[in-house]
């Protein structure tokens, strides 16, 4: 299955930034914070995959390539208009975008290419274990702005398309010997590491920068959002995450190719301007 580049464009109501999500500001925060990372974290993951490129010879992954370059791209662009309707809003967002830009520059000076691409594609894995709970869960943001909600089940979707095009450039290119193995097992653990402590630090301190966030109020919504056995979003990504250990991994094993379906019913309707589709 090739994935297809949509250019599509949300027009995201920024008065709207911190309480898209069901009117509850520390909740909105949690998705805001992911977005911090995307614009950056989609050029690393881009980088990564284009230095081998050449290295491909089948045509269809070489299509897969492009397509998912695009789709990346698209989102980059969605996201950074959305990252500046936080700053807009008096959020830090620029001071947290450079922590993840020099984190990644980091990445990209001191790390071999190899290990660049292993760990995108550890975190092209999280975006779509991610991506599978949200499209599962649909109550998660059912009563948010059809705007945002359509915006974050548009990415959702593509990252579901493209969840392996990365990982098969890997897997021609350095194929499944021990070697490779290990240093895509050393990925998932590194970006992990990485990854999660900053989503968390990110999202305390846009809640601290929003002065309309209630104190005390809406924590429970939190930790329920996050940790509750059947709704959390943790809880609810840790077998899959696991899953990537295994020896014989690959992203499709968790067949969730039926959600592309509700692409026309979820996306479609709710935008925007008519999509420039590009194959
Ligand atoms: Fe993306
Ligand atoms: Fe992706």
């Known amino acids: ?23 509850d500001r520390k909740t909105t925060h949690f998705y805001n914070a992911l977005s911090i990372f995307f614009p950056e974290g989609e050029r690393f993951f881009i980088h990564s995959v284009r230095h081998y490129r050449d290295r491909i010879s089948d045509p269809e992954l070489q299509q897969a390539v492009t397509a998912f370059i695009g789709q990346e791209a698209m989102h980059g662009r969605e996201h950074t ?19 993840v830009t020099a984190l990644l520059e980091r990445l990209k000076r001191k790390l071999p290419a190899q290990m660049q691409l292993s760990t995108t594609i550890a975190l092209e894995h999280l975006t779509a274990i991610i991506a599978d709970a949200l499209l599962n ?4 943001i059912d009563d948010a702005d059809p705007n945002y909600r359509a915006l974050w089940r548009w990415h959702a979707l593509e990252e579901t398309e ?9 897997d021609r290119v350095f194929g499944r010997g021990t070697a490779a193995y290990l ?3 050393t990925g998932l653990i590194g970006a992990t590491a990485l990854f999660w402590p900053l989503v968390l630090a990110f999202h305390l301190s846009l809640i601290r920068a929003d ?20 709704e959390g979003l943790f809880p609810n990504i840790a077998r899959p995450w696991l899953d990537y250990f295994r020896r014989d991994f690959h992203p499709w094993d968790h067949d969730n190719r039926a959600q592309l379906e509700r692409m026309a019913e979820w996306v479609a309707p709710i935008k925007i301007s008519e999509p420039a589709l590009v194959a």
């Open 137 to 140: 869960h649909p109550q998660w």
């Open 81 to 99: 208009e959305y990252n500046e309707a936080m700053q807009a809003a008096g959020l830090p967002v620029h001071a947290l975008e450079s922590i």
């Open 162 to 170: 493209h969840k392996a095009v990365a990982f098969d450039v890997y």
């Open 183 to 185: 240093q895509r097992c």
């Open 1 to 23: 299955m090739l994935p297809t580049r949509r250019d599509l464009h949300f027009r995201l109501d920024p008065n709207l930034i911190c309480t898209w999500r069901n009117a």
């Open 211 to 230: 002065r309309k966030a209630p104190r005390i109020r809406g924590w429970g919504d939190v930790v329920s959002m996050l940790w509750h056995p059947r």
